[in-house]
């Protein structure tokens, strides 16, 4: 049985997160950049809160990485300085508030192309510094980013050339590692994605133009994967802060899951049927039925025994099956391991900061929504 009682001045559904198992997994990650001679920049999309950002400046992460340039404003009025956009972005009027907050913070973005980095130079002429600019490779994701190839060397020129804009070096993102099928092809993956992108900035250099920075990352293949090849120079991990069942199923435990979804059991209409009152909008409806990061049905429910969410309505979250329902009373309440927990901690206000069986402490998601 679940205990009525469980965070009982919170209402439900509620983002909760284990302070101790935060801490753990900060402190973690920061020794696996530390024993590789590289710098930590995590991407704070994860969390999008300030708060558990300055948590991972203090152990020693070197400035931040965010998605887009709303959350990089707000993470820059929240006290980050060193700011990197790992993405692309388009459009004059996000062009003029990235000169705005380069003027404000140590500021970089990711390019891919020409167009991007001629309209970057226009809008930062006459500023009172040049935009630092990553460009992006891409290494068997097939989502944003340039094959390695003259093309790329293209546009390292451009970027050379072009006024106001200044190449700071080159990022990759091995995302399909979180598609591999055991850790032995996340690790050929891992290790693939690296000599690509090494071999990227080897080709710029060959062509007299200086790559500084020499930037990875994904969650899976750096708790999973091998080893941080030499000449990478900072990992931009994200999940691995809070992480979820997804990233639990890749490293054989669960015990690293620092957030959960607390929700009510509402009803049991039938004796093979639980509803509890969490649902799309409060879990995401990401679900990954194999590989390293499986993360079958729609989240789990912590302490019982391996059961997870069937099905999900948008105010709705449906546990199936005669065990479910003889161990839950109505009112119990649970927690859920969400499967995928960047899009998940999008869907609150706050986080409540746990520890012991209390809530200690209440941290706004200042950055959510802020995807423009």
Do not use: W
Request: with cysteine; net charge neutral; charged share 25%.
């Amino acid at each position: 049985m679940m205990m009525k009682d469980l965070y009982s001045a919170v209402d439900t559904p509620a983002l909760l997160v284990d302070r101790a198992v935060l801490l753990r997994n900060i402190e973690n990650m920061q020794k696996r950049a530390d024993r590789a001679g590289v710098a930590l920049r995590p991407h704070t999309k994860t969390h999008r809160t300030p708060a558990i950002a300055a948590m991972q400046v203090k152990a020693g992460a070197k400035g931040i990485t965010v998605a887009k340039l709303g959350e990089a404003e707000v993470m820059a009025a929240n006290g980050m300085d060193d700011i990197f956009i790992a993405n692309e972005i388009f459009g004059d009027l996000k062009f003029a508030r990235l000169r705005n907050l380069a003027a404000k913070v140590r500021l970089s973005v990711g390019v891919d192309n020409r167009e991007q980095v001629t309209a970057i130079s226009r809008f930062f002429e006459g500023a009172p510094g040049q935009a630092d600019v990553l460009i992006e490779v891409e290494t068997g994701e097939v989502r944003s980013g340039m094959l390695p190839g003259p093309g790329l060397v293209e546009l390292a020129k451009v970027i050379a050339a072009a006024p106001n804009v200044r190449l700071k070096g080159i990022f990759s993102h091995e995302g399909h590692t979180y598609g591999a099928e055991d850790r032995e092809q996340c690790a050929a993956f891992f290790r693939k994605a690296q000599e690509d992108t090494l071999g990227a900035a080897e080709m710029i250099r060959s062509a007299g133009i200086p790559v500084g920075t020499v930037s990875i990352g994904a969650t899976p293949s750096l708790l999973v994967g091998g080893d941080i090849l030499p000449g990478v120079t900072e990992i931009r991990p994200g999940t691995y802060v809070l992480m979820d069942a997804a990233q639990g199923a890749a490293v054989g435990s669960y015990d690293t899951c620092a957030a959960t979804v607390l929700a009510t059991v509402m009803s049991k209409p039938t004796a093979d049927r639980v509803v509890l009152d969490a649902g799309v909008k409060a879990l995401t409806a990401f679900t990954r039925d194999k590989g390293i990061c499986s993360a079958p049905g729609y989240g789990l429910i912590k302490g019982l025994g391996g059961i997870r969410l069937g099905n999900l309505y948008d105010e709705h979250g449906l546990v199936y099956g005669r065990e479910a329902n003889e161990r839950l009373s109505l009112g119990d309440r649970v927690e859920i391991i969400p499967n995928h927990i960047c899009p998940t901690c999008n869907l609150y206000d706050r986080i409540y900061l746990v520890e012991n069986g209390r809530v200690v402490d209440e941290l706004p998601i200042l950055c959510r929504g802020k995807s423009q």
